[in-house]
């Protein structure tokens, strides 16, 4: 996964050559959007190898803020609505649950040409988990997980202040899944890719 970001970022890189500024500091982008979410097929096992654990895909709204601290570079901020997981234990749906996965990261873009501007970022992600409800021991609870975060996009402009863009996340998040009466059951890996589309205001 890591590697597949790896070379859409070098492709971006190659696309930029010595093209000019793509934004310039002071600017601020504000979007608009929406997020997929399909965690990776292996989400790991739990309780000793006993369950092998499956996370569904959701999608949701999203929402991001980016501030330009220097000609091309920018801080961006993601939000979203809650997105709602289906968890299945050995191919049977035992669980759901509601995340939230903001994430900070630091960006630079590049001006392709009039139209296209290319993107790399990475960053840290938090998610917090919620309204767990399962079929198991009715009370399992997973925790909330820090990660590294990964990204890369590109920027079709409409107007001197609008674009379309249209972007991939990896997130590493890692919850540790726990019950009051079973007690620690392991680690849920769900390592995401996010697929995004939003349209974006320029400021």
Do not use: C
């Not at 600017?27 to 990776?40: I, N, Q």
């Amino acid at each position: 996964m890591k590697t597949s970001l790896l070379a859409i970022a070098l492709t971006a890189t190659a696309l930029a050559g010595s093209a000019a500024d793509a934004q310039s500091k002071g600017d601020w982008t504000f979007g608009l959007g929406l997020g997929y979410v399909s965690p990776k097929s292996d989400n790991g096992t739990l309780a000793g190898g006993a369950y092998k654990t499956s996370v569904g895909d959701n999608a949701r709204p999203t929402i991001t803020f980016e501030y330009f601290f220097a000609d091309n570079w920018g801080v961006e901020v993601l939000g979203a609505l809650p997105f709602k997981h289906n968890i299945a234990l050995n191919g049977t749906k035992s669980a759901d649950t509601l995340l939230l996965p903001p994430t900070v990261s630091v960006q630079y873009h590049f001006q392709a040409n009039d139209k296209l501007s290319p993107f790399v970022g990475a960053g840290l992600n938090y998610t917090t988990f919620w309204d767990t409800d399962d079929s198991v021991s009715g009370d399992i609870k997973l925790e909330d997980s820090w990660g590294l975060a990964l990204h890369a996009g590109l920027d079709y402009a409409l107007t001197d202040h609008s674009a379309i863009r249209t972007d991939v996340r990896w997130i590493d998040i890692d919850t540790k899944v726990k019950s009051d009466s079973l007690g620690d059951l392991g680690t849920a890996h769900i390592d995401p890719w996010v697929f995004g589309v939003s349209y974006i205001w320029k400021f």
